[in-house]
């Protein structure tokens, strides 16, 4: 049997042990995921157990099978969960889906693969003995690799003074989980970011009834967009294949959304329908187009794509029309520690040269993952890259791969035995961070990997 080895085992890598597992016409695989964290946890998205932490993406769309849509939601009737097509389950419960599917196909009776679990951390990878080494000291060999690494933590802002990063005051991450362990109601609240992670962090202090203050803060001060019940639209025809630049592409884009308009078609209709088209779109345009798309885009697109569910969206509504929560748009430009041990945060506001200051017990980074692979202070990474075996891709948000993710060596060499798969491979394809497309591409580097007709030769 031919070992392969996943670093991580989040959605992604869980969701290719399945896949592996599963197809009959693969050749039998020894498959050991590497995992920091607990068996029981499935990366960071799904490790919470807040009931209010929901998908923000509806039931119908989150089957872990391209090829059997109603897959999850026949889990879901099967496990007795109430669900209708625009239900937005809690993201514990398709933790539950997931590890449902990892037990069914390793109980399969005519189960060949093999499946070993080590709770540990991979530091580094020994190519020549073909040895992953861990942070215990244990060393796993290997045929081939499959980083699913995830995102990283958001780096901390960095302004003329960082002391007020070594306050206790100061979360460098929502997702520490002492956060809300112990935090006293009435603490004044600030929150780095305006995305669908300050709208958790939002969620659970409204959980835990907190009554001060909470603030938040962004370039641009966008909040996501709630989901509507729209009827879907269909971009019937359309060809981007030959679509090379950002004009033409939005082009195509604005004339669906005027013909969805005329039909009483939601515009939420229309982005859905583009979506699919995303790596396709992204792969064909030139990196000088990418950087556009990066620095006029990028948050529009957020908004409009990361929507969030209708429940939540009400409840974050709630707050901001009752004045417990506010949202602006600026640019911290320095944080300090005051005599009351609070912190003094001084923002410019957008579009104006006007400065203000603010005062806040607890702040809280909710900033987008840190994506600059150069900045990542893990040792497999700094490991990875010093010795040339990974690259950063043009645009700084990932690792170079194919689109098929096969990893690029820092001379552009595809590697004979490293492969990605799921947010590291963003820079290639973009779109390839939530299930819709994690769960195509984990289908089809099970295929590259372990298929039979030896569809990767080296
Ligand atoms: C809060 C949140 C909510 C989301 N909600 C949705 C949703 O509703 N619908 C949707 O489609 N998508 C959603 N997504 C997006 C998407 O589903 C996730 O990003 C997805 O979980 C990515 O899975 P992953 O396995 O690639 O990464 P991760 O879940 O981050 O897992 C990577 C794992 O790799 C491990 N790891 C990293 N380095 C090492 C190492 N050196 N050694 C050992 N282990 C290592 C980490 O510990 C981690 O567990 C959400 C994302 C977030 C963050």
New binding site residues.
């Given amino acids: 049997m031919q070992k392969i080895v996943i670093?991580?085992?989040?959605?992604?890598?869980t969701l290719l042990a399945i896949n592996l597992l599963r197809n009959n016409d693969y050749k039998p695989s020894d498959i050991t995921v590497?995992?920091?964290?607990s068996s029981k946890?499935l990366?960071?998205?799904?490790s919470t157990e807040e009931h209010h932490h929901l998908?923000?993406?509806a039931a119908h769309k989150?089957s872990a099978f391209q090829d059997n849509s109603n897959h999850f939601t026949n889990w879901l009737s099967g496990n007795q969960y109430p669900f209708h097509d625009q239900t937005y389950v809690p993201?514990k419960i398709y933790r539950r889906y997931i590890q449902d599917l990892l037990k069914q196909e390793l109980e399969r009776p005519s189960q060949k693969g093999k499946y070993t679990f080590i709770h540990d951390?991979?530091?580094d990878i020994a190519a020549g003995e073909q040895i992953i080494l861990l942070a215990s000291g244990r060393r796993i060999s290997f045929d081939k690799v499959v980083l699913?690494?995830?995102?990283y933590q958001a780096t901390s802002l960095q302004l003329p003074d960082n002391t007020y990063q070594d306050h206790p005051g100061y979360f460098p991450s929502a997702w520490t989980p002492s956060l809300f362990r112990n935090l006293p109601a009435d603490k004044r609240i600030f929150i780095i970011g305006t995305g669908?992670?300050m709208v958790?962090t939002v969620l659970s202090l409204q959980a835990q009834q907190h009554t001060g203050t909470i603030t938040a803060l962004s370039t641009h001060g966008f909040l996501p967009l709630s989901h509507q019940p729209a009827m879907p639209y269909q971009l019937h025809g359309e060809d981007f294949s030959k679509v090379c630049t950002l004009l033409e592409a939005l082009n195509i884009v604005n004339r669906h959304l005027k013909k969805a308009r005329k039909q009483h078609i939601a515009w939420h209709a229309v982005i859905d329908a583009v979506r699919p088209y995303m790596q396709q779109i992204w792969i064909n345009l030139p990196d000088k187009e990418k950087k556009k798309f990066m620095e006029h885009l990028r948050h529009v697109w957020g908004v409009a794509r990361h929507r969030m569910p209708p429940e939540c969206a009400q409840i974050i509504h709630q707050q901001l029309a009752q004045q417990k929560l506010a949202l602006m748009a600026g640019r911290i430009k320095s944080i300090r520690l005051n005599a009351d041990g609070a912190f003094d945060l001084v923002y410019q506001e957008r579009g104006t040269r006007q400065q203000y200051t603010m005062t806040a017990d607890i702040i809280i980074n909710c900033m987008g993952p840190e994506s600059n692979y150069t900045k990542i202070q893990?040792p497999?990474i700094v490991h990875l890259l010093a010795k040339g075996m990974i690259q950063p891709d043009a645009l700084r948000l990932g690792i170079n791969c194919t689109p098929e993710g096969i990893v690029l060596d820092n001379q552009g060499k595809q590697s004979p035995f490293l492969f990605t798969?799921?947010?590291p491979a963003k820079g290639i394809l973009w779109e390839i961070?939530?299930?819709?497309e994690?769960r195509v591409a984990a289908a089809s580097l099970a295929e590259l990997i372990s298929s039979k007709k030896d569809t990767y030769a080296y």
């Fill in positions: 670093i991580g085992g989040g959605l992604s890598g590497i995992e920091t964290n946890s990366g960071q998205a799904y998908l923000n993406v989150m993201r951390t991979a530091i699913a690494l995830g995102n669908l992670t958790d893990d497999l798969l799921g947010p961070t939530s299930v819709p994690i």
